[in-house]
């Protein structure tokens, strides 16, 4: 079921792996959601002021709905990359290219 207001990735994830069920099915998770999207231009690997790079969208991603949203945790504030209704859909539409670019990436790994 796709939100009419945006999710982040990892939402989205177990919305769609609540889909699919129990079926003997591998499940999708967000890394290989955001993953795929880096290697679609949709979004990019950017360094925050700590080192550690974060993923944040493209002026592709944005026009598609990927935005960012600033929200404050128990640890302060951060940001977190949220998914438009229209952007959720995309990702759906492409599973199977997400799924294999998943599996391609993981035997590439194993050699």
Not at 4 to 10: F, L, Y
Not at 35 to 42: C, F
Request: hydrophobic letters at 35%; aromatic letters at 8%; a neutral charge.
């Amino acid at each position: 079921e796709f939100s009419s207001r945006p999710i982040p990735a990892s939402e989205l994830a177990r919305r769609m792996n609540d889909a699919v069920g129990t079926q003997d099915c591998k499940k999708i998770s967000y890394r290989q959601i955001t993953d795929w999207l880096v290697e679609v231009g949709m979004l990019k690997l950017v360094e925050n002021a700590a080192g550690s790079q974060r993923r944040r969208p493209t002026d592709s991603g944005e026009k598609l709905g990927i935005s960012v949203d600033n929200r404050i945790g128990q640890y302060g504030p951060y940001q977190v990359v949220l998914y438009s209704e229209d952007a959720q859909r995309f990702i759906v539409d492409n599973v199977d290219a997400i799924m294999t670019f998943a599996a391609d990436k993981e035997n590439g790994a194993q050699r």
